[in-house]
């Protein structure tokens, strides 16, 4: 019995470290097409968010199968259910990657973005998140609170872009549209961020049973 439940457990990491990637290269899609105005990348995006639904619906009825029929305890019952909630914000992850691609596909020709660190805060993003689902498969609650570190970093970054943008609606206030996608961009990369927090205080709670500071909506 144990055997079988560990196999399933090998298969619901090797499924959550598949969701993660999908999520990570569904960012990055998103930021290039916004940066490169490049509408074919954003078109894919959508066709990758159905790829994310999908997986996350197969590893939530694995969770579910873990835990009606193997019963599993203690540090076993946390990883299982620490899966479950990570999936929900790994897929709001992905609808958020969608929300800045679909900006992408519609957002006018690009002005100068000087002093704007949009893609620093999509790397960053992309870093938390591949952070949080290691930390998960390696039940490494150093790397997890790294990852909670880092959150400081985007929403410093966001800040910055905030500001920027402040200066560049004072300066051409005809660009004020413009300048509203932009934060939007940047109000999408930085809710990453926080998932991405979410995603590694499940790690810790899995691994402890002690859950961090409140969890981001």
């Known amino acids: 019995m144990r055997s079988r439940f560990d196999e399933q457990l090998s298969q619901l990491n090797r499924e959550l470290i598949e969701l993660g990637a999908q999520c990570e290269e569904a960012i990055a899609l998103a930021a290039k097409a916004f940066l490169d105005a490049d509408t074919v990348l954003a078109e894919r995006v959508t066709g990758l968010l159905g790829e994310i639904d999908r997986s996350e619906r197969q590893i939530e009825a ?85 990852v909670v570190e880092r959150d400081d970093v985007v929403d410093g970054l966001f800040l910055q872009v905030r500001r920027s943008l402040t200066a560049m609606i004072a300066a051409r206030p005809g660009q004020g549209e413009y300048a509203l996608d932009l934060l939007m961009v940047a109000k999408y990369l930085e809710r990453i961020g926080d998932h991405a927090v979410n995603l590694a205080q499940w790690v810790i709670f899995a691994v402890t049973g002690e859950h961090g500071r409140e969890e981001k909506p």
């Open 62 to 146: 694995l969770c579910l199968r873990l835990l009606l029929q193997q019963q599993p305890v203690a540090r076993d019952l946390r990883q299982v259910s620490a899966a479950l909630k990570m999936i929900t914000d790994l897929e709001r992850i992905g609808h958020q990657a969608a929300d800045v691609a679909e900006i992408a596909r519609y957002l006018p020709g690009r002005q100068d973005m000087e002093g704007i660190p949009l893609g620093d805060m999509a790397r960053e993003a992309i870093g938390m998140v591949t952070g949080s689902v290691d930390a998960y498969v390696r039940q490494d609650t150093r790397l997890a609170a790294e």
